[in-house]
């Protein structure tokens, strides 16, 4: 990761980490998590396809851990903004571990491995918008896009790795073992976000606190009514929409359209975890002095055209480049979309625009999917991914069209001068003391 500074007074993402302590606990916890995380996945794939032997269950296993919990992110977005971000997360990770025990010790049945399995991904879809809404009060304004490039590329560093320890270490422990490190990685993601501050809710002067379901309905209000928050959310969804069928495409088109074997189509699909990682890594550096709303409409651009080109591939070296470049564009999306959306949010609701937009966009891959397979059905990977890609290049200039004019008209919310990282760092003690003073009095 760059040491450097990016510009006078932006501290570089290491210098960063390395003097906030909250934002190095939510660093740390969130790669320990997200590794732990895609060792277990590699072992549940193998357990069910080794126990059940039908390709069906292998996808179940998939739908319940990534799309079902996408139909409640309202509610799990309302959680964020109701209670202590901090006591969420550590909550969130702890549920998480224990329920990754009982899998571990039981190797249930595929109907309670399924329900064991769905609810772990509730937990961790409550802990996704926490840990984004948690970030503005670790660090100052000014820093936002270089702690989004830092905390994005360890995460995706853990996940991109995950698989490869997991290999190394199944025919030593087996999948009960691996399951076992995954629990043990989200007790310790726990423990090490004890650093953290607490986070308590910012209270909302408009309303009074209401059901989590109200405030679940507010969230939503707010998206649909505040253009440049609809803007970025509906591009967002639409763009993985239609690209979201890539990895799919991909496996077809190095096997019939390539005339390539299994190993490139591996390449194939660890070209846009490469280009994310090279991605996040250099944002980590020159994040802080780009435009946001030029970066969100690149990233949406490049992350499509990549698709159309890639059908257009001749061989798998230009079809892994394109692929790799479009890992760029993914980061580029991920990193200005956070940032924005963190600068923009009225505090009190960041916590459900992030749950709601995650929630999204898991639904727009899901359908995604389906459609894609159908298209491909249809026709072959090259017109399917010329369609996706195109399909997604459109929605960009509606993107690039609207935006601009939405954000000339948006107010965003006030926010206090930036500190400095020691002071952002500092009293965690007294926040304790006065929480805990509340809670008697509650």
Same mark, same amino acid.
């Given at each position: ?6 510009? %006078? ?9 390395? /003097? ?15 590794? *732990? ?26 739908? #319940? ?24 997360? +550590?909550?969130?990770?702890? @549920?998480?571990?224990?329920? #990754? ?16 399995? *769905? ?49 190394? &270490? ?39 606190? !209401? ?16 253009? @440049? +928050?609809?803007?970025?959310?509906? !591009? ?44 996040? %890594?250099?944002? /980590? ?8 709303? /030029? ?23 230009? @079809? ?42 898991? #639904? ?6 389906? !459609? ?13 991914? &010329? ?5 997604? #290049? ?39 003391? /006065? ?8």
């Amino acid at each position: 990761m760059p040491t450097a500074d990016t510009e %006078a007074g932006t501290p570089s993402a290491t210098r960063l980490l390395r /003097t906030n302590r909250p934002l190095r606990a939510l660093f740390t916890a969130r790669v320990v998590s997200y590794g *732990g995380d895609s060792l277990s996945l590699v072992a549940l794939m193998l357990h069910v396809a080794n126990t059940t032997g039908q390709g069906l269950a292998v996808a179940l296993l998939l739908l #319940v851990g990534d799309f079902v919990p996408s139909l409640i992110s309202p509610l799990t977005g309302a959680i964020s903004d109701r209670f202590d971000l901090r006591r969420v997360m +550590i909550m969130c990770e702890i @549920a998480q571990g224990v329920l #990754v025990l009982m899998i571990a010790l039981a190797l249930p049945p595929l109907p309670l491995l399924l329900t064991l399995v *769905g609810l772990r991904a509730i937990a961790s879809q409550i802990f996704q918008p926490a840990s984004r809404a948690a970030i503005p009060s670790m660090v100052g304004e000014r820093d936002l896009e270089t702690a989004n490039s830092a905390v994005g590329f360890g995460s995706n560093c853990a996940e991109a790795f995950g698989p490869l320890l997991a290999a190394a &270490m199944l025919p030593f422990l087996g999948i009960r073992g691996v399951l076992l490190v995954d629990a043990a990685s989200f007790l310790l993601s726990a423990v090490v976000l004890l650093a953290t501050k607490p986070m308590p809710p910012v209270p909302d002067p408009d309303a009074d606190q !209401g059901t989590l379901l109200t405030q679940a309905k507010v969230g939503l209000g707010y998206i649909l009514r505040t253009p @440049a +928050i609809r803007i970025i959310s509906l !591009g967002f969804c639409a763009v993985v929409a239609f690209n979201g069928v890539d990895d799919v495409a991909l496996v077809l088109l190095a096997k019939e359209d390539l005339m390539s074997g299994d190993s490139s189509v591996g390449l194939l699909l660890g070209a846009v975890g490469i280009g994310l990682l090279v991605g996040y %890594a250099l944002l /980590t550096r020159y994040s802080s002095s780009m435009a946001m709303p /030029t970066l969100l409409v690149a990233g949406f651009l490049v992350s499509s055209a990549g698709n159309f080109l890639t059908g257009l591939a001749w061989s798998v070296a230009a @079809a892994f480049t394109v692929q790799a470049v479009r890992g760029l564009g993914i980061a580029g999306m991920d990193v200005a979309s956070s940032t924005m959306l963190q600068r923009m949010v009225p505090p009190n609701l960041l916590g459900r625009v992030f749950g709601n937009l995650y929630g999204a966009i898991g #639904v727009a891959a899901a359908i995604s999917y389906v !459609g894609g397979g159908l298209l491909l059905d249809a026709t072959d990977a090259p017109t399917t991914l &010329m369609i996706a890609g195109g399909g997604g #290049v459109v929605f960009t200039l509606l993107v690039a069209v609207t935006l601009p004019r939405a954000l000339k008209r948006h107010t965003a919310p006030e926010t206090p001068e930036d500190p400095a990282p020691d002071e952002v760092a500092h009293d965690a003690m007294s926040a304790d003391e /006065t929480l805990a003073d509340k809670q008697a009095r509650g």
